[in-house]
């Protein structure tokens, strides 16, 4: 093969928010697959913010990546070469794989996709993870009830987006936090969200209060900081938290101010704040999956992807998620199907 590979690697660990020299694209072979192996052209890569987390070396619930080693994350490609009797060369599957033009797997990493579906930004959005994450942390843990006031943070993102939405299809009122005038607009208008605040707005916290005449019952976070704050004042007795994410926090360097204690509050309401990893609910991704389909295809259930061109900008694509300039899931368009 006389394309060129090329891979992704983490040069070091940042402190704080990291740049650009945090990774270096170096030229790498295509390999040849061997007996089970398949190889993997990338034609749409995912970049998502809890990648973050595992920059750096403290732990987690899952392994930092290393040091000159290539980043990773949810791909969809297509099968150029297989070695395997589970696919077929113009199969198009998604795994877990690094960030790279090109990989050599074993077969058992991937899973065939079927374009005839659902587009294949679906399967890195709301029939991914993305969306599993939102369906899981919402109802499982959420649980919301008829008439009940839902808060979505960063509810113009991935994961926010469809939270609103399944809120909105079990009936509750639902309220979605976001940082820009255009964001408010589409949650409202085309999302159907009952009301959106803007948290950079310098009387925010009115906003969300009168946005929430009744209190809030549900509040699906995904960014901590000060919007969490002025959410949590807000809590109902016995209101639950589905702790999805604190992006706000994620560059913050040792020692800077998280804000006030919000304990006092979570007793004094009983609330429920539990967080959570999708992978917790694995066996049950089968079902989950055919709901989030069956919404889609109902039209009560939309996504929106933020696709930026070119491997080479798949650094930037994943810094812009720290600056909020993503509308939806935030993908790298690597190459094109074959023709």
Request: proline content about 5%; glycine content about 8%.
């Amino acid at each position: 093969m006389s394309e060129q590979n090329q891979q992704i690697k983490l040069t070091k660990r940042p402190e704080g928010t990291p740049t650009n020299e945090h990774f270096e694209i170096v030229d790498i072979p295509i390999n040849n697959p061997n007996d089970g192996e398949v190889l993997i052209k990338t034609i749409y890569l995912s970049v998502d913010p809890y990648m973050r987390g595992r920059m750096s070396a403290g732990k987690s619930y899952v392994k930092p990546f290393e040091v000159d080693k290539p980043m990773n994350g949810t791909i969809v490609g297509e099968v150029v070469t297989s070695e395997s009797e589970s696919f077929s060369k113009g199969d198009l599957v998604r795994g877990m794989l690094p960030w790279q033009r090109y990989n050599v797997v074993s077969a058992s990493y991937v899973e065939k996709i079927d374009p005839s579906v659902a587009p294949l930004t679906a399967y890195l959005s709301v029939l991914g993870l993305t969306g599993l994450t939102a369906y899981f942390g919402l109802l499982d843990i959420g649980q919301p009830k008829e008439g009940e006031t839902v808060v979505v943070s960063a509810a113009a993102g991935a994961v926010g987006s469809s939270v609103g939405q399944i809120a909105k299809i079990k009936g509750a009122h639902v309220v979605g936090i976001a940082g820009t005038d255009e964001k408010i607009d589409y949650l409202e208008n085309q999302l159907g969200f009952d009301k959106a605040v803007n948290y950079k707005d310098a009387d925010f916290k009115q906003q969300l209060k009168e946005a929430c005449p009744n209190g809030v019952d549900v509040y699906f976070d995904n960014v901590g900081g000060e919007v969490t704050d002025n959410v949590i004042s807000l809590l109902n007795d016995f209101a639950r938290i589905p702790l999805c994410g604190a992006i706000s926090t994620y560059n913050l360097k040792p020692g800077e101010d998280h804000g006030p204690s919000i304990l006092p509050k979570i007793l004094k309401t009983r609330t429920t704040m539990k967080g959570f990893i999708v992978s917790d609910y694995q066996e049950q991704f089968p079902e989950a999956i055919k709901d989030l389909a069956k919404w889609v295809a109902e039209d009560k259930l939309s996504y929106e992807v933020t696709t930026v061109d070119g491997f080479e900008n798949t650094p930037t694509a994943f810094l812009d998620l720290f600056e909020g300039k993503n509308k939806g899931k935030q993908l790298v368009k690597v190459s094109e199907i074959s023709s």
